[in-house]
T-cell receptor, first 115, second 115 residues
Framework: SAVISQKPSRDICQRGTSLTIQCQVD?????MFWYRQQPGQSLTLIATANQGSEATYESGFVIDKFPISRPNLTFSTLTVSNMSPEDSSIYLC????????????FGNGTRLTVT | AQSVTQPDIHITVSEGASLELRCNYSYGATPYLFWYVQSPGQGLQLLLK??????LVQGIKGFEAEFKRSQSSFNLRKPSVHWSDAAEYFCAVGAGDTGFQKLVFGTGTRLLVSP
């Protein structure tokens, strides 16, 4: 399975600032996703990162708050903008290859604390 | 819309005892079902998956799960629990028009293992 590296692994940020999280995969993958896991909660899909075009956002998530880039088939970034304490969560990158019913594989996540 | 219910928030099992974690799903078509495990501070690791065929699927670390369409369930089992199995377990259903494109997760069950 693909090896997924996320940076940073954790960060503490002040409210009003922005943080960009990077996701690097060791092989080309068709699909990349960003999930959020709030404290004590399950995972919620933020968006699907599309190569060369705008990401597809789930209900309740908007591009201005969570801009996403995907310049190629192995890399994506998620930015958490104008942060507030409510954005304190684990953000996880996940990948899969469409068409072969391969499962989702996850990175180790980025633990974000906003003060 | 797809949904997953994990009715048990916490479960405590003695080391060496058997384990069953419950998962019920709601999905109109044949589901793609998954179990993931998350150890503290880690990302999600895939334990096993069901796409089609044999309804009893074997996974890693001695886990298995049985798909029961009549009960809309996909319960996870292990005959003898080890202390290292203490973690959070997530059931998920694949959602999408062709195969699956994204996952909907349950709220998770935290497994505690007593000596």
């Amino acid at each position: 399975s693909a090896v997924i590296s996320q940076k940073p692994s954790r960060d503490i940020c002040q409210r009003g600032t922005s943080l960009t999280i990077q996701c690097q995969v060791d092989s080309q993958v068709t699909m990349m996703f960003w999930y959020r896991q709030q404290p004590g909660q399950s995972l919620t899909l933020i968006a699907t990162a599309n190569q060369g075009s705008e990401a597809t956002y789930e209900s309740g998530f908007v591009i201005d708050k969570f801009p996403i880039s995907r310049p190629n088939l192995t890399f994506s970034t998620l930015t958490v903008s104008n942060m507030s304490p409510e954005d304190s969560s684990i953000y996880l990158c996940s990948v899969r290859n469409q068409g072969d019913n391969s499962p989702l594989h996850f990175g180790n996540g980025t633990r974000l604390t906003v003060t | 819309a797809q949904s997953v219910t994990q009715p048990d928030i916490h479960i405590t099992v003695s080391e060496g005892a058997s384990l069953e974690l419950r998962c019920n799903y709601s999905y109109g078509a044949t589901p793609y079902l998954f179990w993931y495990v998350q150890s503290p501070g880690q990302g999600l690791q895939l334990l096993l998956k069901y796409f089609s065929g044999d309804t009893l699927v074997q996974g890693i670390k001695g886990f298995e799960a049985e798909f029961k369409r009549s009960q809309s369930s996909f319960n996870l089992r292990k005959p003898s629990v080890h202390w290292s199995d203490a973690a959070e377990y997530f059931c998920a259903v694949g959602a999408g028009d062709t195969g699956f494109q994204k996952l909907v997760f349950g709220t998770g069950t935290r497994l505690l293992v007593s000596p």
